[in-house]
């Protein structure tokens, strides 16, 4: 997990993420969309590449990369934790205001 979240710590890394959560794309796709030259883009696939957040498959002279979303599972369930912790308070905060609201009355 640690890996994933280095590779989504990178503002660059998390627009490639989004790009290919709509499509697959090549790295030269990607290098156009992004503010970095193209080796910049490449190091970024590396790295996500390397923490299972990407695949790539060879296409003629292109290498197409495309989003593994199950890379995410296991940040997911560890940011649930903290998903129920703040669905506990913010329903405690509901129901305070509920009885504010029939004292009021």
């Given at each position: 997990?640690?890996?994933?979240?280095?590779?989504?710590?990178?503002?660059?890394?998390?627009?490639?993420?989004?790009?290919?959560?709509?499509?697959?794309?090549?790295?030269?796709?990607?290098?156009?969309?992004?503010?970095?030259?193209?080796?910049?883009?490449?190091?970024?696939?590396?790295?996500?590449?390397?923490?299972?957040?990407?695949?790539?498959?060879?296409d003629?002279?292109?290498?197409?990369?495309?989003?593994?979303?199950?890379?995410?599972?296991?940040?997911?369930?560890?940011l649930?934790e903290?998903?129920?912790?703040?669905?506990?308070?913010?329903?405690?905060?509901?129901?305070?205001?509920?009885?504010?609201?029939?004292?009021?009355r």
């Amino acid at each position: 997990m640690d890996a994933v979240l280095h590779a989504l710590a990178d503002e660059s890394r998390r627009t490639v993420l989004d790009i290919l959560r709509d499509r697959p794309a090549s790295a030269g796709e990607l290098a156009e969309v992004l503010p970095i030259a193209r080796p910049g883009v490449s190091r970024h696939l590396r790295v996500l590449r390397e923490a299972g957040l990407v695949d790539v498959r060879q296409d003629a002279q292109r290498r197409i990369y495309t989003l593994r979303p199950e890379a995410l599972v296991e940040v997911d369930e560890w940011l649930g934790e903290y998903r129920r912790l703040w669905e506990n308070r913010l329903d405690a905060l509901h129901t305070e205001i509920a009885r504010g609201k029939r004292a009021q009355r």
